[in-house]
């Protein structure tokens, strides 16, 4: 079982940045996905970026490319979300998640361990 811990949330200016954590821990293992999404209040979950095992391949939704970067170091089990250009949209409660195998997905089912999520406030 993989537990994902995410940190670094907070309250920032309309402009600014933030850099999300999450730490997995447990039973990690080699070739799986990890992946950034979003809910804020009274909307769906959404996908905001995920990265392959290696980092070699990443994908962002359209709202967040430019301004967003996902990254991983694999020797901390460790993902983080680079938030640039920060914007009053972007203020939600972000998940990490994590699925095996090497395909990237968006969709909230393909990924089967989450952590309990950060708030990420923007003020315009």
């Known amino acids: 079982q993989v537990q994902l811990v995410e940190s670094g949330g907070g309250l920032v200016q309309a402009g600014g940045s933030l850099r999300l954590s999450c730490a997995a821990s447990g039973r990690t293992s080699s070739n799986y996905v990890m992946a950034w999404f979003r809910q804020a209040p009274g909307k769906e979950r959404e996908f905001v970026a995920a990265t392959s095992w290696s980092g070699g391949s990443t994908y962002y939704a359209d709202s967040v490319k430019g301004r967003f970067t996902i990254s991983r170091d694999n020797a901390k089990n460790t993902v983080y979300l680079q938030m640039n250009s920060l914007e009053p949209e972007d203020a939600a409660v972000y998940y990490c998640?994590?699925?095996?195998?090497?395909?990237?997905?968006?969709?909230?089912?393909?990924?089967?361990?989450w952590g309990q999520g950060t708030q990420v406030t923007v003020s315009s």
């Open positions: 998640a994590a699925k095996g195998g090497i395909k990237l997905s968006v969709g909230v089912t393909a990924y089967d361990t």
